[in-house]
């Protein structure tokens, strides 16, 4: 055999040798970085996921406290005048008085269901009324013994008007517990109104489904990870196989020259895989030496920069989808959680019928309706859009539907309602969110309606073919303008007649062309409606919007029709 044929297979079998030692080199740098790696992101993962749990947790814990406050302010004002005057003469007659015990002995609520209890105590710490029954006529002071702190609490209610914090006591069934107590003071009384929520019901199990949520996304993280090393493992095995093929065609025409100039790059190669193993996503290959040494500088340049892209994308990504999921689950719930789902609502009435929907959006924007009798034969309506969205949205849509209900039970009208409502809610708007309202008072035995509009749609009155909207009153929204005087309106709800109160996500829907579904179609859809039953009318105009749309639902669409069922003259 001659000498140049011996060169050439001796370099070629030496070219092979070295990039089979390069792959070789390569796969176990490639390996441990992956673990290096792997752990790396599992840590960082962990970190982000464990804070964004305990920012979630206080304000969750936050959040929770706040609404067993309101709770219990809400029913120590509707309890002032039942109450005013009494003395301990009065105990016996008020623990007979059933509607007084069910406002004040009646369930606290969570997303969960039943988390707590209302109870009524005297100044002196005697428990007027209690859902244990086995507790009421007893002093307080029996067990301070036993329940230093909730005793502790007990007297401190004494002397402030509102007092709050945690304990242990003896539940409706006598079992000891840990709770969380709000004690406020019923307005120009003796008594005290407790609000009771145990720890175990009421702030616990969503805690653990922000954990659950945390632990799921950080699994999917981590399978991310896995995918992209594997496609990248794959893509460097390529990549040294073409190189190979192509140094040994290379090889057979420039022999023993080109092998010492391809083995330079090789190894400058190698040793930037080894930084690069050590953790070093930096270090950058010059492109020198033959075409196929060049595009495999290049490619390893290119994974470089891509994994160090990459580790800062997924630590960003990860914590930003673990917000927005935890966010949207949690405002959905208590949207949801917040609005009345039993219909018909009022089964004993046959002079209305009344029916409502929400539909809410892939991220909820907290729109939310509400309705509740008043002691003069009136029915409150109300409809409203909160500005914002998310975990702060939902707490603000809260805070405004427990407010409209504590000042509807005592304006005359729904003009000084939203008033009121809109001073309150001006004070302290450090995140200036705002809430769009209509609010009706309907009176059920003449169909009298008494409005009042806070930057809302105007409802539509839907008498036989003819669909008109009510007068519109362009007012500003609520917690924008302090001091506001909202204008009030009235109209009529003849027999037969249906009103109809939409949000704007229903006018505002747009087609796959982006044309707005507009009044136009709706007061089309309301007119085809006539003599359909409230459920019919609100499903119809659901069922089209989201045909018209065809897309995915970019915000709330919330749906409410009263009709007015009294035989007309």
């Known amino acids: 055999m001659k000498l140049r044929w011996r060169l050439l297979i001796s370099?070629?079998?030496?070219?092979?040798?070295?990039?089979?030692?390069?792959?070789?080199?390569?796969?176990i740098t490639l390996e441990?970085?992956?673990?290096?790696?792997?752990?790396?992101?599992?840590?960082?993962?962990?970190?982000?996921?464990?804070?964004?749990?305990?920012?979630?947790?206080n304000v969750l814990t936050a959040y929770g406290q706040r609404m067993v406050r309101i709770k219990a302010e809400a029913v120590a004002k509707e309890l002032a005048p039942l109450l005013k005057g009494k003395g301990p003469e009065d105990y016996p007659r008020l623990r007979r008085d059933e509607s007084l015990r069910a406002v004040a002995t009646q369930d606290l609520m969570s997303l969960e269901g039943v988390a707590g209890y209302l109870d009524l105590l005297d100044d002196t710490g005697v428990s007027v009324l209690h859902p244990n029954r086995s507790v009421e006529g007893r002093n307080f002071s029996e067990w301070k013994d036993k329940f230093p702190r909730m005793w502790e609490l007990v007297q401190q209610s004494f002397r402030e008007d509102l007092v709050q914090g945690y304990y242990t006591f003896i539940d409706r069934?006598?079992?000891?517990?840990?709770?969380?107590?709000?004690?406020?003071?019923?307005?120009?009384t003796r008594f005290i109104i407790c609000a009771v929520a145990n720890i175990d019901q009421f702030f616990l199990p969503v805690h653990n489904r922000i954990r659950q949520a945390a632990q799921n996304v950080q699994g999917q993280a981590l399978r991310r990870h896995k995918e992209l090393y594997a496609r990248s493992r794959l893509r460097m095995q390529q990549i040294l196989l073409l190189s190979l093929g192509a140094a040994l065609v290379v090889g057979l025409v420039f022999g023993l020259w080109f092998a010492a100039a391809l083995s330079r790059p090789?190894?400058?190669?190698?040793?930037?895989?080894?930084?690069?193993?050590?953790?070093?996503?930096?270090?950058?290959?010059e492109p020198t030496g033959s075409a196929e040494t060049r595009e495999l500088a290049k490619a390893f340049n290119l994974m470089g920069s891509q994994l160090t892209v990459y580790m800062d994308r997924l630590k960003e990504e990860t914590a930003a989808h673990q917000a927005v999921l935890s966010e949207v689950r949690i405002a959905r719930r208590i949207q949801q959680a917040l609005l009345p789902h039993s219909f018909p609502p009022f089964p004993h009435r046959s002079e209305m019928a009344l029916y409502a929907v929400n539909m809410p959006a892939k991220e909820p924007a907290c729109d939310f309706y509400d309705f509740f009798p008043r002691p003069d034969d009136h029915?409150?309506?109300?409809?409203?859009?909160?500005?914002?969205?998310?975990?702060?949205?939902?707490?603000?849509?809260?805070?405004?539907?427990t407010l409209l209900r504590n000042v509807c039970s005592h304006q005359p009208d729904p003009a000084a309602a939203l008033t009121e409502a809109n001073h309150m809610l001006c004070q302290d708007n450090e995140a200036a969110m705002f809430a769009r309202v209509v609010l009706i008072y309907y009176h059920v035995p003449s169909g009298r309606l008494a409005y009042a509009n806070a930057g809302y749609e105007s409802p539509y009155l839907v008498a036989g073919d003819e669909v008109?909207?009510?007068?519109?009153?362009?007012?500003?929204?609520?917690?924008?303008?302090?001091?506001?005087?909202?204008?009030?309106?009235?109209?009529?709800?003849?027999?037969?007649?249906?009103?109809?109160?939409?949000?704007?996500?229903?006018?505002?829907a747009r087609s796959p062309s982006g044309e707005p579904f507009g009044h136009q179609r709706l007061s089309q859809t309301l007119a085809a409606t006539v003599g359909e039953p409230v459920e019919e009318i609100c499903n119809r105009v659901l069922d089209e919007v989201l045909r018209f749309q065809a897309s995915d639902q970019e915000d709330d669409l919330t749906l409410l029709a009263l009709r007015n069922c009294l035989e007309g003259a």
Do not use: W
């Open 266 to 285: 090789i190894q400058r190669l190698r040793d930037a895989v080894v930084k690069v193993g050590e953790g070093d996503f930096s270090v950058q290959v």
């Open 379 to 401: 029915l409150v309506l109300v409809q409203a859009d909160i500005s914002s969205r998310g975990v702060h949205a939902a707490l603000f849509m809260a805070i405004t539907r």
């Open 468 to 508: 008109r909207p009510l007068e519109p009153t362009g007012e500003p929204a609520l917690g924008v303008k302090d001091g506001h005087q909202y204008r009030l309106e009235d109209g009529l709800l003849a027999p037969d007649q249906v009103l109809f109160l939409y949000s704007d996500g229903l006018i505002q």
């Open 11 to 27: 370099y070629l079998l030496v070219v092979v040798v070295c990039l089979g030692l390069a792959g070789v080199l390569t796969g």
């Open 32 to 57: 441990e970085l992956a673990r290096e790696n792997l752990e790396a992101a599992r840590t960082a993962v962990d970190e982000i996921t464990e804070v964004t749990y305990r920012v979630s947790e």
């Open 173 to 188: 069934h006598n079992r000891e517990r840990l709770k969380f107590m709000v004690l406020c003071r019923v307005p120009g």
